[in-house]
């Protein structure tokens, strides 16, 4: 199937003004506080090394996405390797994929990853096309594109794909869907040249939650909801006096000093970082090189802005300085290289008297002691998952 060319055409959809039931999530900075995991999570913490036992099994510092499926945890090493690993659920190592180069069955980059009906599906495929492996990582086909396609998802809600597309182009579309078949393309979101379009890969900005595929881009205050193949206005950020003026941004044409400007003096705005779900959403806000945390509850209306580290009440383990990654429905978190969890343990055990550190690593600490222990000397990380409140 290399030798195909597939067209995106269809029906192109605009963007909604308003809609009744838009959520208000409201960030004042002065009403910062400390705050808790068991607040936003249930009382169970999982921690799982990828154990790198092997050459084959070493992971790079930066993972882009780290994928939950059934049994497996599939990890996406964009920068690094460009490479994907297996692990299973205890972390023992179980295959790689690692296609590089320029032939069938090979790519140069790839963006992002979706299992659907028992393959795994490699998107934001440079060159241009979509690609089909086996669970285990054997290739099984791949598809060409003439039109530049990002990364995106598969929405089991719907059966279709849904892809961000990097453009700068009067007349083009930011989402092009398409159903399994590859057929019936449909277009949404048009390229406004009168906005401020972040340079981000785009690689996070469609989001599931267990009922709803979600959109959400940089400089946006919108969180679109994919309703009936409608992209509607669902939650709205609004950060009032300490919103960052983005036509201030606009005039910064030298790309250097743009990013100086964002990295250190530009106040809130909304970055395309988010993670949801029915009852909230979290996002990573930067205000003046500070960062921040901010859960919405969705069921109550109200935001939580959290500053500095999350304190972990549950186990008493590691205090989480921000989310990174959805795994999959419901289950949230981050990765620590294992010296450095080591590290805390230690830390934890120089902090407490004798007695006490013993009682907790027997008690509430030892999963965490326990794998920390195991991954005392490895650069590869330990996943820390957290289960959203239910």
Known sequence: MGGLFFFLLGGCKQEPTSIPGLERISVDLSQARTGKLSEFF???IEYIWLEDDSDEAQLNGGLQKVLFHEDRIYTLDIYGCKCIHIFDKSGKHLSKIEAYG????????FD???????ELVLLGVYPRKIMWFSLEGEFLRELSFRDRIGPGVFSEFDD???LYNYTREPGDYFVK????SLQDTVNYLPYDPTKLYGEDSGRSYLQKSSEYL??????SDTVYQVDNGNFIPKLVLDFGKYAQDLDEMKRLDDPRERLDFINNRAKLYFRGQYLISEKQLYTILIYEKKGINVFFDREQQQTHVIKDRIIDDIDGAYDPYYLIYSFESGKVGLKVPGRDLYKTLMEKKESMSQSDYKKWITTNGRKFSEIASAARESENPVLIVYTLVR
């Open 42 to 44: 249930e009382s169970h």
């Open 102 to 109: 320029e032939g069938p069955g090979q790519y140069l980059d």
């Open 112 to 118: 992002a990853a979706a299992v659907v009906d028992g």
């Open 160 to 162: 279709r794909y849904y």
């Open 177 to 180: 869907s398409f159903d399994k």
């Open 214 to 219: 979600y959109y959400g881009m940089t400089y």
